[in-house]
């Protein structure tokens, strides 16, 4: 997939986000570990509001670059992913989001840029499995790799103080949490591999290729990005002003008590009807509402240099 031609130095292309603010001068540090490993010349490709990534990976493919680096945050990256997801070239990280999920979960030090972008041009590879979501309203297919979800944790994207996340980070969802707590649930039917396992009201589903979300918090413990299996978490307060206790015991507890206000399953695709619209996000990023969705796993499509 790579057009270089052998006698060339390699090249890097790097697609930044310039709306994240980042302490360190990126061109600086690109050049100097192209030089230091023996590349060429970065490409350099920003987003825009209207273009958050799919088509400058593409134009990356298209002026042969040899890995394509996402500098920005986990909606970079996914955008990124989805257009690499499925070829030979690798994704490497410059991890300059609030909340760097794939990369925390990939086990990488977010504050390291020095040790990120060494890592993107000279480290070992490895393949993650990556989800690819189809929605029937609208009608579009899209990937994720950490997590996405309908109802409560979709509206808490959706309804974050875009001023308060500038000041104190990850902080901010659990504003818009608590704020959000109360809400009524939405029927649903969700079907795991073709299997009926919840027809009921539910308050969120979540869908997880990985463990950890914002705050080191570990929504799927038994999570793996490289293990075929989709991760889906229903959750269902009981009503009353303490409802929401219950979830938190059953997500102490891991879903393993008799208590239905929360239940983990897995599998490799996983069906979710409602009964009426309700917000809905991939990987951090809120993206409208929806009423069907059905996300099938896609293993080992993405390989990340790091």
Known sequence: MTASNSNDLKRPAIIINPAKPVEVDVKALAAKHC??????????????????????AKEALKQGADVVIAAGGDGTVRCVAEVLAGGDVPMGLLPFGTGNLLARNLGMDVTDFDGAMAGALAGTERKIDVVRARRKDPDKEQLFLVMAGVGYDATIMADTNEDLKDKVGWLAYVDAGIRNLPGKPVRATITVDGNEVVHRGIRSVMVGNCGK?????????????DDGLLDVAVLAPHHGKFGWL????GMIGKGRGKDTAVEYFQGKSVEITLEHNDDYQLDGDHDGEGRHVLMTMDPGALTIRM
């Open 246 to 249: 219950s979830v938190i015991a």
């Open 213 to 225: 979300v914002q705050g080191g918090l570990e929504i799927f413990p038994d999570a793996k990005m």
């Open 35 to 56: 030089s230091e490993n023996g590349w060429g010349e970065p490409i350099w490709l920003e987003t825009t509001k209207d273009d958050p990534g799919v088509g400058q």
